[in-house]
């Protein structure tokens, strides 16, 4: 699932919660009705501005919004949640325990480059 379509998830359920048309919101947010119904099916990335926008038009917070999208994006992964800046601990060094084991990087071969052809006398 990509980030845009838990947010037009989000929107969508928000909208639905409220008992509110995609025209009424959109007339409120200032935005096109067609826009509007791309962005609730994930098929447009809406800027910020736009989402803040549909949010104070819905009367929720653009928070709540991202917070219930964070949710429906994590209960669709297969991951154990862990904060962002501890997953480098969980990588590891192939090999690193075995002193036999091939180099990291890749070994280049002798660059092997044509003799010049010499020409006789004439």
């Known amino acids: 699932m990509l980030m845009r379509e838990a947010i037009g998830g989000s929107l969508r359920r928000a909208r639905t919660a409220r008992r509110r048309t995609l025209r009424e919101v959109s007339r409120r947010a200032r935005v096109s009705l067609g826009y509007l119904s791309e962005v609730e099916r994930g098929r447009k990335e809406p800027s910020s501005e736009l989402l803040a926008a549909i949010c104070e038009a819905l009367d929720i917070t653009l928070s709540d919004l991202l917070g219930d999208a964070a949710e429906t994006l994590a209960a669709t992964l297969d991951v154990v949640r862990r904060p962002v800046g501890l997953r480098h601990t969980d990588l590891r060094i192939a090999g690193a325990d075995d002193p036999t084991a091939m180099p990291l990087g890749p070994v280049a071969a002798p660059v092997t480059r ?8 004439a």
């Open 114 to 121: 044509p003799q010049p052809v010499a020409r006789a006398a």
